[in-house]
């Protein structure tokens, strides 16, 4: 009778858990890849030049927005988790107060950090902003639905979604902060301004640096909110 040599069987164990283990890295990478690059392809694919900024502006608006179920049915039928992996964990009053006001100190040296390379002398391109600013003071309820949108989606896709499943790639507490931090700032890269990358990618520090610690999502949706408001106006 044939016996198996128990090293040989611990080498296909080892073989099979590796083959597992990149087919589950794979399914986590594309989930991100979807919920970094969806929203930019589909804006590419069917906004041409020719649509008015405002509708421009509302239909891609509208494309971030379908990201967000397209996202809970990949993590749910793909993935097998929930959305959010990391449990919201409840939080006082007094918390949301404190955390937001910390939250604008650190934006202000944030931005203040970002406006470095202009006092040394950089140059700039501020075409974008300036016309993003123009169109959104000139329609107040343009500007509360981009600020709305922009504060949940852009928090439960970069830091509810992403932020986690990087930690499930990366054995480290950093790594997938500072990552996820790119990416937000890569989702900014239509300013074409090197200000805004930086402050961005700043942002999102201070955002995946909050939610990695408290496990609040709501807290930086308001955050988040309350700070393109105030920008704006």
């Known amino acids: 009778?044939?016996?198996?040599?128990?090293?040989?069987?611990?080498?296909?164990?080892s073989q099979a858990l590796l083959l597992q283990r990149r087919q589950y890295n794979a399914i986590i990478l594309a989930g991100i890849s979807i919920a970094v690059l969806l929203y930019p392809i589909l804006s590419v694919l069917f906004l041409s030049k020719g649509v008015a900024p405002i509708f421009r502006v509302i239909i891609s608006r509208l494309f971030i927005w379908a990201t967000l179920p397209i996202l809970n049915q990949y993590a749910v039928k793909v993935e097998g988790r929930k959305f959010l992996l990391w449990e919201e964990k409840k939080q006082k009053f007094v918390f949301y107060i404190a955390a937001i006001a910390v939250l604008f100190v650190s934006a202000f040296f944030a931005h203040a950090i970002s406006l470095i390379p202009w006092r040394l002398g950089f140059h700039d391109n501020y075409t974008m902003l300036k016309f993003w600013d123009t169109l959104l003071k000139q329609n107040k309820p343009l500007l509360v639905?981009?600020?709305f949108t922009a504060d949940i989606t852009e928090e439960l896709i970069m830091r509810g979604y992403v932020l986690p499943r990087l930690a499930m790639l990366f054995k480290s507490s950093w790594v997938p902060v500072v990552i996820s931090s790119?990416?937000?700032?890569l989702l900014h890269l239509s300013?074409?301004?090197?200000?805004?990358?930086?402050?961005t990618f700043l942002f999102g520090l201070i955002c995946a640096l909050c939610y990695q610690k408290y496990r609040n999502i709501k807290v930086l949706m308001i955050?988040?909110?309350?700070?393109?408001?105030?920008?704006f106006v």
């Not at 009778?1 to 164990?13: C, R």
């Not at 790119?182 to 700032?185: D, P």
């Open 145 to 147: 639905f981009v600020g």
């Open 223 to 231: 955050f988040h909110f309350l700070y393109d408001l105030i920008i």
């Open 1 to 13: 009778m044939y016996m198996e040599n128990p090293a040989d069987v611990s080498v296909i164990d």
């Open 191 to 199: 300013y074409w301004n090197l200000g805004e990358s930086i402050f």
């Open 182 to 185: 790119i990416l937000f700032s």
